[in-house]
């Protein structure tokens, strides 16, 4: 069975700290991919990045990058500097090409001025 | 660019009356998908569908119906509205060929069933 566990439920951080979001996967399946999305304040679900299985390189985007490791099956959310508008719930998900994406519940992240 | 659409954005309803949320996508994606959201459960599959007239069940099914009679609309049916059902749904759309599963998502809808 597929799962997503993100441990943290709510994270607050002060402004230009920096914070890291955890992801822990369960997947049987060699080929998969995973995903972070953002739910800001106004409600939508914002796509942020994928990665498949077979690409372990870390990327980096900004001040946002993501690490990824199949040793320990995380796939985990840093943001380095953070502002007041990373304030948004972040989800983990999880896809092993059976057309079903499993979510996480999710991480709300504070982040005051 | 409309991208993907979902109507109304906001609906209170009364128990036992039927509903129906539209979600509409102009990128001809082969795959259209429902999700509710609630607290503490994070996104659930209600039902998917791979193409026109070819739809699936999810993780929690009971009490909705769907139908997708064209490639851009998908509306996601409450027959019977339950106070279980007040929820906030969201539909997704995904290219499986060209974007390798990625699901984008409308905006929403919010639902109160009293």
């Known amino acids: 069975a597929q799962k997503v566990t993100q441990a943290q439920t709510e994270i607050s951080v002060v402004e230009k700290e920096d914070v890291t979001l955890d992801c822990v996967y369960e997947?049987?399946?060699?080929?998969?991919?995973l995903f972070w999305y953002k739910q800001p304040p106004s409600g939508e679900l914002v796509f942020l990045i994928r990665?498949?299985?077979?690409?372990?390189q870390n990327e980096i985007s900004g001040r946002y990058s993501w690490n990824f490791q199949k040793s320990t099956s995380s796939f985990n959310f840093t943001i380095t500097a953070s502002q007041v508008v990373d304030s948004a719930v972040y989800f983990c998900?999880?896809?092993?090409?059976?057309?079903?994406?499993?979510f996480g519940t999710g991480t709300r992240l504070q982040v005051f001025p | 660019d409309a991208g993907i659409t979902q109507s109304p954005r906001y609906k209170i309803t009364e128990t036992g009356r039927q509903v129906t949320l539209m979600c509409h996508q102009t990128?001809?994606?082969?795959?259209m998908f429902w999700y509710r959201q609630d607290l503490g459960h994070g996104l659930r599959l209600i039902y998917y569908?791979?193409?026109?007239?070819?739809?699936d069940k999810g993780e929690v099914p009971d009490g909705y119906v769907v139908s997708r009679s064209k490639t851009e609309n998908f509306p996601l049916t409450l027959e019977s509205a339950t106070r279980s059902q007040t929820s906030v749904y969201f539909c997704?759309?995904?290219?499986?060929?060209?974007?390798?599963?990625?699901?984008?998502f409308g905006p929403g809808t919010r639902l109160l069933v009293l």
């Open positions: 990128w001809s994606h082969s795959y």
């Open positions: 569908s791979a193409a026109a007239d070819i739809t």
């Open positions: 997704a759309s995904s290219d499986r060929v060209e974007i390798q599963e990625t699901q984008y």
């Open positions: 990665r498949n299985s077979f690409d372990e």
């Open positions: 997947t049987r399946d060699t080929t998969y991919y």
């Open positions: 998900a999880l896809t092993s090409g059976t057309d079903k994406l499993i």
